[in-house]
């Protein structure tokens, strides 16, 4: 017949007084805390969008960043060695998890671009990151001139501006304005603890960090006509988009096939003066053998002259 079990003496601990988690791990975790991207909200925890803001404001701001991507081509960080972010969602303060900003264009370094589409980021989270942008980049346009600017004053209870988060939470090293309005490239370099900004006697700023330059541009992309911010090597020349090295390398296809063209020519030039050779070759060697015939023939009648002379008595050796 079942027995139950006797039921547990009232000074013996049940479950509900033991501990669920294991005492010397809890006081482990403080000791040694977790770091900072396993214990904060990464990416995926934080909104990518705010649906109260509006979008890209025309298709200036989609092409300049395209530009700049294609035309970032350092050589001394290779692309794999170089994030890009584009109106891309900057969160770049732990202690305030919903502070961000959405800089037009910004490049990281050291850090690596995503290699799988499942691993491409939805924001840049900087405490997740650990790096913070070394360049940012706003297009001015005149509803956001002031903040871009630093012109604006932060609101009590309000985040920073977002020149106080670039210069004093991010510490980026630099921070570039373009104005294609105004055709005026303004660079700000942070020096101590303050942006100051570079006199430019040109609309160009060299970057040495990079072996880069960025540099205002007069031309057509993306099939439209007017003043661009691109990237230039040390030699001054501008880095060539995707499709001007599309047409250089269709070009020099085409140079080569030319080449390969000429050379075949060449070649068969070559084999018919070869051929030409041959042919006179073998007209020498006939005129050769026919003048060795002659000779033959003319030594043959000279003899059978001379045998006629003896018969008819006459001495060749006197005459």
């Known amino acids: 017949m079942y027995q139950s079990e006797a039921p547990p003496q009232k000074n013996l601990p049940t479950m509900y007084d033991l501990p669920s988690e294991d ?49 970032c081509q350092s050589p001394v960080y290779p692309q794999e060695e170089m994030f890009i972010g584009t109106d891309l969602n900057l969160y770049y303060d732990g202690r305030h998890y ?3 900003k959405r800089p037009d264009w910004f490049l990281v370094l050291g850090v690596a671009a995503s290699e799988k589409q499942e691993d491409m980021r939805l924001s ?51 921070y570039v304005i373009f104005d294609r309005y105004e055709n005026r490239l303004r660079v700000f370099q942070l020096r101590g603890t303050k942006y ?26 993306q099939d439209t006509e007017g003043l661009w911010l ?21 070009q020099r296809a085409e140079q080569e096939k030319q080449r390969a063209e000429q050379e075949k020519q060449r070649a068969e030039q070559e084999k018919q003066r070869a051929e030409q050779e041959k042919q006179r070759a073998e007209q020498e060697k006939q005129r050769a053998e026919q003048e060795k015939q002659r000779a033959e023939q003319e030594k043959q009648r000279a003899d059978k002259l001379a045998e006629k002379l003896r018969a008819l008595g006459v001495n060749l050796d006197e005459i």
Request: net charge negative; aromatic share 14%.
């Open 23 to 71: 005492i010397d791990e809890e006081l482990d975790s403080t000791i040694h805390p977790r770091p900072p991207w396993e214990t904060m909200p990464t990416m995926y925890d934080l909104p990518s969008e705010n649906p109260e803001e509006p979008g890209l404001p025309d298709e200036f701001h989609d092409f300049q960043p395209q530009l700049l991507r294609e035309t």
């Open 98 to 100: 919903s502070w961000y």
């Open 230 to 250: 691109r990237w230039y090597n040390q030699d001054g020349d501008w880095i060539p988009t995707f499709a001007e090295r599309a047409e250089q390398e269709k």
């Open 196 to 221: 100051q900004a570079v006199e430019l006697t040109e609309p160009k700023f060299w970057f040495p960090e990079l072996e880069l330059g960025v540099g205002v541009w007069s031309g057509k992309y």
């Open 124 to 174: 840049y989270v900087v405490w997740q990151e650990v790096v913070a942008p070394f360049l940012i980049v706003e297009l001015l346009s005149p509803g956001t001139e002031a903040e871009d600017l630093g012109q604006t004053l932060r609101s009590a209870n309000k985040p920073p501006t977002k020149w106080q988060a670039y210069e004093q939470y991010l510490r980026s090293p630099y």
